[in-house]
């Protein structure tokens, strides 16, 4: 089955907002792995407005799934993904202040910044993946800088499916057909939830992993977090 990886940005943003431990997001990632989610996402950012760089240290002996941290790779990033060294690091081109990410990498233009990145990473055995959108360009960008895996930006497609346009999946299929087709691994996430991530699923070919933060935090808030996690695992098998 495909591998749920639930990003707990959210809770962060919610403890913070009061100062103090509560929610516990250390308890909220052993809870969540306890439900039977496959991993724990993070995505810390400069400001640490959800997410803090401490909190990535704190979680790593508590993380026993996969362990995967997002964010675009500064130096202050590059730091502390070698020196947490999760399972994954996912790059992407977050702009400073940027109120959630809203593009994938242009692969071609960054190429070289993202080979020694990547290399970088690889050294000290971290699997890497870059953020793109289903553009086969991109993807044989991708390929070119030597990551293992890509995650596909799906915030067109979630958009898409919630008009009814069930056509939006078509680039994504092609893209990950691209993918497949040069030894890429497929990831995927943004704006996936309940409504649309089985039709997702069904429809990518070679689909390992997605992450999954904003629309299952905020179904947990009515249907209760371990049913969410059951209902999403249900739903990827």
Known sequence: MTKLSVNINKLA???????????DILKAATDIQRFGAHGITIHPRPDERHIRYQDARDLKPIVYTEFNIEGNPQHNFIDLVLETKPDQVTLVPDAIGAITSNAGWDTVKHKDYLIDVIAEFKRHNIRTSIFVDPVEAMIE??????????????????????LGNEKGIEPYVIAAKKANELGLGINAGHDLSLENIAFFKQNIPGLLEVSIGHALIAEAIYLGLENVVHQYLNKLK
């Open 13 to 23: 943003t919610l403890r913070n907002a009061r100062g103090g431990n509560v929610p």
């Open 141 to 162: 960008g991708a390929k070119a800088t030597g990551t293992d895996r890509i995650e596909l930006y799906t915030e067109s497609f979630a958009h898409q499916y919630s």
